[in-house]
């Protein structure tokens, strides 16, 4: 019997995965046919440079909102703040580490918690005081960029430090930081969901709240955890996309990157709706979205009207998982066939 619901887990897992696996290795395909210079990679001082590795580099800001994203959906809910909370990551690291005798490690374990306490704010509107998380997190979405803007005095705050520099910009066994950093944490991340119960805590809330409490599992609690997560996730990404540009700019910082987060998950095969959820589905949704995003530029689409095309792509795939699109796909064919 266990064997058998082992099996059946491991078979739902790879269901979620072929779809957004296939929309990228299609994308991946036109661009080896049809974008020059795509696949290009060259060595320069040791380190890997490419089309791929900026999408490594530049989706890694994306994975890791999709990280805590995925388990906040999971339960059921959405965090629409985590653009501004990587705003104030960002405001609060470039206004520490341009103060005298502030250290590297305070900087970071001062930004990251304050990125924390956004989530316990959210977590504790969702958890304990029962808000619709859309509710919920749209008051720091509004509010969250209007704090980084305090706190950097309406100004574009820029910095030299080294190690703050090379949290975004440097390289680690010939590949851009970010992406050991994005990497690193869909380890811890999948450690403390699939080798604790912690994991099955969420999917039951997510799925069915009533009979999760009722078995004895506390639901806030667990909501609290997955909002303080996506904030500690949405604190790494300020500290890369503030590192990237060298600057904090509280302006467009994490700007509409909490939609790419959201899509990222969907696509990854996570229901909104909650319930099980799967993290590398999510980083792949990701990559697909850069690699799309990439792609459009590459083929000289405007800003503009990028959004377009990149939302019907997204709507392909995510169609493709739905089993009742490819139930009646597959009935048009036997159809045609016989």
């Not at 095969?269 to 993290?279: A, D, K, M």
């Not at 999510?282 to 979205?289: E, K, Q, R, S």
Request: hydrophobic share 55%.
């Amino acid at each position: 019997m266990a064997t058998e619901r082992f099996e059946k887990k491991q078979a739902r897992w790879w269901s979620s995965l072929v779809w957004p696996v296939s929309g990228l290795a299609l994308l991946l395909l036109f661009d080896l046919c049809f974008t020059d210079g795509f696949f290009k990679l060259e060595v320069r001082d040791g380190h890997l440079y490419g089309v791929l590795i900026d999408i490594l580099n530049h989706g890694s800001k994306v994975m890791l909102l999709a990280l805590g994203m995925t388990l906040v959906i999971a339960t059921g809910g959405v965090d629409l703040s985590v653009g501004a909370v990587m705003a104030i990551a960002g405001a609060v690291a470039a206004r520490l580490i341009n103060t005298t005798n502030v250290s590297f490690p305070v900087v970071i374990g001062v930004t990251l918690a304050v990125a924390i306490a956004a989530g316990c704010w959210n977590g504790l509107l969702v958890g304990a005081f029962r808000i619709q998380p859309i509710v919920a997190t749209l008051i720091l979405m509004v509010a969250g960029r209007g704090v980084a803007m305090l706190i950097t005095d309406g100004q574009i705050i820029t910095f030299t430090e080294p190690w703050l520099t090379y949290i975004g910009n440097g390289h680690l066994l010939g590949l851009p930081f970010p992406v050991w950093l994005s990497g690193g944490m869909l380890l811890i991340t999948a450690l403390l969901t699939r080798r604790t119960a912690l994991g099955l805590f969420i999917e039951s809330v997510g799925d069915n709240q009533t009979a999760s409490t009722y078995a004895g599992v506390n639901s806030s609690t667990v909501k609290f955890f997955v909002y303080v997560f996506s904030g500690f996730c949405a604190g790494l990404a300020g500290l890369v996309a503030a590192s990237n540009i060298k600057c904090a700019d509280s302006n467009h910082a994490g700007l509409f990157l909490e939609l790419d987060a959201i899509l990222a998950v969907v696509v990854g095969g996570t229901l909104l709706t909650g319930g099980r959820f799967y993290l590398v589905g999510a980083m792949v949704g990701a990559l697909f979205i850069q690699t799309l995003t990439t792609t459009m530029y590459m083929r000289n689409v405007s800003a503009d009207i990028a959004p377009v095309p990149k939302a019907l792509a997204i709507l392909v795939v995510c169609l493709l998982q739905s089993p009742k699109v490819r139930t009646k796909f597959s009935g048009l064919l036997k159809r045609r066939g016989s």
